[in-house]
C-alpha cells in the first residue's frame, strides 16, 4: 500500500474512531456497541500501515483475483456484511426484548382494566374516553 | 366474561383479536353462555378500530398489546397471563367467528381428561368437504408431512386455530412461542417436548365479518417462515 494511501486510511480510522468516543461521551452510543466500532477501525488502520504492496499482490493472487486493488473492493463487502449480521442479531435481541415488554405492559393493563370493571362499567371505560 | 362467583375456572380462554370489532361480539356471544365453564381474554393485537372497547363494553377481560405484534405474540401474551394466574388449562379461540363454542368445550373437555397434553380441532377429520385455496391446501400438507417426519406425530390440520393445552403445554409456550404464523412450528416444539399431541374432528363456519389476512406476499413468505420455524425448533432441541 502507498505511504500515502496508508496515511489517509489511518488519519479517517482515526476520525472514525473520534466521532464514536465523542457519541459515546454524549450517551448517544452504548459502550459494547463503541467497542466493537473502535475495534474494527482500529484494525483498518493496522492493515493499512502493514499491508505492503507486495503483500496486497499476493493476498489478491492467493485470492485469484486477477486485478490486485479488486482485493480492497472484496474485503470492504465482507467486513460490510459482516457488520450487517452482526446487528441483525442485536436487532432480533432488542425485538425479543421489547416483545417481553410489550406482553407485560398488555398483562399490567389488563389487571388495571379488570380492577376498573371491579368498580363498574363506567370506570372500565374511564382509559379510552382520555 | 368469567365463571361462577366464589370459583374461579381453571381454564382460561385466549382469542386473540386484530382489527376485529365487525365480529368480536359475535365471538363473545358465542362464548357467554359457558361462561361457567371457563373466563375469556381477549388479547387484542394493536387493533386500529374499536375492538377493545367493544370488548370492555361487553364487561370482558382484554389484553391490550400496545402495537401490532403478530398472531404468535398476542397468543402467547395471552398464555403468559393463564401462567401467571394460574389456570390448568388453555384455549386458543379465533376472534373472526370461524370457531363454535360447542367444538371448543369438546376440545377442551378431552383436554381435562388428561389423555393428552395439546388438543387440535381438525377440520380434515370431521368429513365434511373442507376444502382450503389450492395454495393453503399445499401449505397444510407441507407443514403436515414436515411435522410427521421431525417428530413421527401425525396432524392432519397442522394449521388449525382451535387448540386446548394443559398446565405443561402452557408453561412451554410462554417461554418459547413463533412470533408470526404460529402453526405446525409450535406443534413441533410440543411434540419435541415430549407433548402427548391429540388431533379431534371439528367442524368451524365461515368467518363472521371481515377479510382473511391473507395476501400475496405472506402466501410466498408463509411456507418458507414456518419451514424455517420448524427446521430450527428441531435444531435447537438436537443442540
Known amino acids: 500500500?502507498?505511504?500515502?494511501?496508508?496515511?489517509?486510511?489511518?488519519?479517517?480510522?482515526?476520525?472514525?474512531?473520534?466521532?464514536?468516543?465523542?457519541?459515546?461521551?454524549?450517551?448517544?452510543?452504548?459502550?459494547?456497541?463503541?467497542?466493537?466500532?473502535?475495534?474494527?477501525?482500529?484494525?483498518?488502520?493496522?492493515?493499512?500501515?502493514?499491508?505492503?504492496?507486495?503483500?496486497?499482490?499476493?493476498l489478491a493472487e492467493l485470492a485469484g483475483i486477477v486485478y490486485a486493488p479488486s482485493l480492497y473492493f472484496l474485503l470492504g463487502i465482507v467486513v460490510v456484511l459482516g457488520v450487517l449480521v452482526y446487528f441483525s442479531v442485536q436487532l432480533s435481541v432488542l425485538l425479543r426484548i421489547v416483545r417481553?415488554?410489550?406482553?407485560?405492559?398488555?398483562?399490567?393493563?389488563?389487571?388495571?382494566?379488570s380492577l376498573r370493571q371491579s368498580r363498574g362499567p363506567r370506570d372500565a371505560l374511564r382509559g379510552e374516553e382520555q | 366474561?368469567?365463571?361462577?362467583a366464589g370459583s374461579k375456572p381453571e381454564t382460561l380462554v385466549i382469542v386473540p383479536a386484530y382489527n376485529e370489532a365487525a365480529s368480536i361480539d359475535?365471538?363473545?356471544?358465542?362464548?357467554?353462555?359457558?361462561?361457567?365453564?371457563?373466563?375469556?381474554?381477549?388479547?387484542?393485537?394493536?387493533?386500529?378500530?374499536?375492538t377493545r372497547v367493544r370488548v370492555l363494553r361487553r364487561g370482558a377481560r382484554v389484553l391490550s398489546l400496545p402495537a401490532n405484534m403478530g398472531n404468535g405474540v398476542a397468543v402467547q401474551t395471552g398464555l403468559k397471563y393463564a401462567?401467571?394466574?394460574?389456570?390448568?388449562?388453555?384455549?386458543?379461540?379465533?376472534?373472526?367467528?370461524?370457531?363454535?363454542?360447542?367444538?371448543?368445550?369438546?376440545?377442551?373437555?378431552?383436554?381435562?381428561?388428561?389423555?393428552?397434553?395439546?388438543?387440535?380441532?381438525?377440520?380434515?377429520?370431521?368429513?365434511?368437504?373442507?376444502r382450503p385455496p389450492p395454495a393453503r391446501l399445499a401449505a397444510i400438507r407441507l407443514f403436515s408431512r414436515l411435522l410427521r417426519l421431525l417428530s413421527g406425530v401425525t396432524v392432519r390440520d397442522c394449521t388449525s386455530g382451535l387448540r386446548a393445552f394443559n398446565r405443561r403445554a402452557i408453561e412451554l409456550l410462554a417461554l418459547d412461542y413463533p412470533d408470526h404464523f404460529p402453526d405446525a412450528d409450535v406443534l413441533l416444539v410440543l411434540a419435541l417436548a415430549g407433548c402427548r399431541i391429540r388431533e379431534v374432528p371439528v367442524t368451524m363456519r365461515a368467518r363472521v365479518a371481515g377479510r382473511s389476512k391473507t395476501n400475496l406476499t405472506r402466501s410466498v413468505y408463509y411456507p418458507f417462515r414456518v419451514s424455517l420455524g420448524m427446521l430450527m425448533a428441531l435444531l435447537r432441541t438436537r443442540g
Open chain 1, 1 to 58: 500500500m502507498q505511504a500515502r494511501l496508508a496515511l489517509l486510511i489511518v488519519v479517517l480510522a482515526l476520525g472514525f474512531i473520534g466521532v464514536i468516543l465523542a457519541a459515546v461521551r454524549r450517551r448517544k452510543m452504548t459502550e459494547p456497541i463503541a467497542v466493537f466500532w473502535i475495534a474494527l477501525f482500529a484494525g483498518l488502520g493496522v492493515f493499512a500501515i502493514l499491508a505492503t504492496r507486495r503483500f496486497i499482490d499476493r
Open chain 1, 100 to 113: 417481553g415488554l410489550v406482553q407485560d405492559v398488555a398483562i399490567l393493563n389488563g389487571e388495571v382494566d
Open chain 2, 1 to 4: 366474561m368469567s365463571g361462577v
Open chain 2, 26 to 50: 359475535a365471538v363473545l356471544d358465542e362464548l357467554r353462555p359457558h361462561a361457567a365453564a371457563f373466563d375469556v381474554v381477549v388479547v387484542d393485537d394493536g387493533s386500529s378500530d374499536d
Open chain 2, 83 to 130: 401462567l401467571r394466574r394460574g389456570y390448568a388449562f388453555a384455549a386458543q379461540f379465533d376472534a373472526d367467528g370461524q370457531h363454535l363454542a360447542k367444538e371448543l368445550l369438546k376440545i377442551l373437555a378431552i383436554s381435562r381428561d388428561g389423555t393428552c397434553d395439546v388438543v387440535v380441532g381438525s377440520r380434515f377429520l370431521a368429513g365434511e368437504s373442507f
